[in-house]
């Protein structure tokens, strides 16, 4: 071992302590903060704040409320984030490896790449806004739509309505990530050696094998990273929810993140609203554990 | 070498497990400490005070300020687009006496004043000056915890109309200065639509269905009536109408205290026999956006229109604008905006001197424009409130309407949230009437309001 690498070795924790110490109290510092005030009650420190917002039963602000099943929303914050990620996760996943499989032959893919990127760049709270106008009976294409092809039963406002509230906003929602799932998988795609794709023709695969058996293999490192900020992102959604139903009608699409602004803009109950961001933290850290174990397995 | 390694990563634990430490020492030093810094104390002085007597024999001449440099006053409100514009006739009066003050306004609704406000607020900052809100029971929570300035000595609260002050009025003082004040009057309607189609206000319920089955049949009419949409409140507004009309003004009021509850069967009949067959009839529209609402009521997509009287600003021509209340109606809804200062308002006495002035000259200038509201101060000058308006306000005298509190801005906090949200379901699933009054019933905070009220 050179000298260099000795001192390196030995000064890098100095190096490490100024990064260290801006991450600590812009990051660790305030999530400590929160910590702590989710146990601030009114009468000293204690769980009741954690067993309020875990038993609460306004359908505004419910985590869980699932009695009298089955029946459409609202079924409660925790889940709907849920039945968000079922949906969403798998969908913007395969969509956006689908379509940058399908794209890597098309004239001018990178100007369809930039169209459906368009909705990672835009602010969340205008794409909620889109989705609204999206799903509105009179100006909005998927009501026209189905009022066109005889879905009549959907030829309405969906976000006015508890049965299809949250299917909008989901829907509307992998308009909007499946263009980051395309970009990193297209890039994936793009890195494979030509030689993969060109041997398996050669021995007579067709389109469709040659996706199943060489392309999906062949990203997971990359569909991995999609999984898990799609998660990250599911679990933390907030601003679609805001910007397009307020979380309603009836509470038909609240999600946690919601709750926890409802907790702390309107009923200005700090305590709550840390406990639910506690919840929330601890359910966000699950992909994300699955993410380190799995680039550190890499590593 | 693995000696000096083992060293190097210790000292790295160590330093990071004295920033931890650190941190967590100090957070919880903070936490256990913040209790006590509400109690800071400001030392302006401010000069201008208003003579505190029964009489409301207060000079309100606002005289120019001292010459200085320029200060910039940073204020907050609600208002966009026009109703900004509105506003800004205001703050040119008050530049215009005050050369030396410039006023920055920036538009913050109610609801992200809630969200953003009470953080700066806690850590003794506040970006505003002068704050305008409508949710009169959040400047109240925000004076509980010490974040507002007492304006008892600027403001003659006996130069107001009562029930707007009192809603401010907390532990005996005054912490917001009330502002023009709009009406929910009842539904609106275009002069020139009713007289082509040969239609008239009704007189009595079965006038008033007979009315929306006429509008039915009109060509090009989507409902009778659309339901504007936002957070929620266009619908209450509509439901509170009912309520007034059907239940009398002292249902509303019960309402608010709490000594009613939206399940009682009373509560329950007004809705079971008025409101919920008109939208299972159809005659209510779906929730729509309530400005693309407005747009499309005066291109006569339909033809009657529940709103407050800031419609009268929205339209191309007040003039062919009419409302008429439920037949049988003995009150209407009323409230207004108020402006308070924040206790670490940047400029402390040209905020207060700007809230003497908003309270008082500011609220004519303010009714004198299209805003569509009309002064709180009773010593305003009537005949400066803008034509349209004016004839509403006659209108609601002649009628002798009582102006009651809103339900909905009354008990605030994430109830009104719960309220407009419930409504928004009924409006869409008028069979979950039980459900979505014992859901109203279950969530109100009955303490809190019975106390306050």
Redesign the interface.
Known sequence: ?STEI?IK?????MF??PG??LV??FV??PI??TF??SF?TPNGFGLSNYYDVITE?????ALVLLNDMPRPPPWGALIHNLVWTAIHLPATTFLGLLLAYLLRRVYGRSIVKSIMFIGMVIPMVVGGLII?FMFD??IGIVPNLCGLIGLTGLD??WT???DTALIALIIGSIWLWTGFSLTIHAAAIDSLPKTYIEAAKIDGASDWQIFWKIIVPSVRAATLTVIVMTMLWDLKIFDIVYAAT???????STVLAFVM????????AYGKAAAVAVILTLLTLIPAAIYIRQVMKRG | ?KV??AV??V??YI??AV??TA??T???V??ATRGQVHTVTTTYTYTKTVPQTQTGTSTQTTTQSPTGPTITLMVYGPWAGDEAKYFQAVINAYERLHPNIKIKYVTMRA?DL??AM?IQFAAHTSPADVVFTPWAWWIV?MAEKGYVEDLSNVVNANEYIPSIVKKVEWNGKLWAAPFTMWLKPGFWYRKSFFEKYGLQPPKTWQDFLNLLNKLKKIPGIKHPIVSG?S??WPLSDIVEHFIITFGGPQLQLDLISGKVKFNDPKVKEIFEKYLIPLIKNGDFS????WTTAVQLWWDEKYGLYFMGTWITGMVKDPNDLAFFTLPGCRGIVGGADYAFVPKFAPHMQQALDFIKFVATKGQEIHAAQPSGKIPTWLKADPNKIWGPMKQVYMTVKEKGLQILPDLDDSVG??W???F???L??L???PD?LDQ?LN?LA??FPYKETQTSS
Not at chain 1, 9 to 13: F, G, P, S
Not at chain 2, 286 to 289: G, Q, T, Y
């Open positions: 071992m000795k070795k030995r000064y890098l924790a490490l302590i260290f110490i600590a109290i660790i510092g400590i903060g702590i005030i601030e039963t306004s359908p505004t602000k609204r009976k009179y309405k406002t006015s309505y508890p307020k979380g309603g009608p009836g509470g038909a602004w409802l907790y702390f803009a309107l009923d200005l | 070498m000096e390694k190097s990563k000292a790295a330093i990071i920033i931890i941190l967590v100090g957070s919880a903070y936490l609801e809630a969200a009470p929570k949409d957070t929620g779906p929730p729509v956006e906090g994430d009104q949230k719960l407009w949200d419930q928004k379901l409006w869409v699933e979950k979505v859901t279950q969530h």
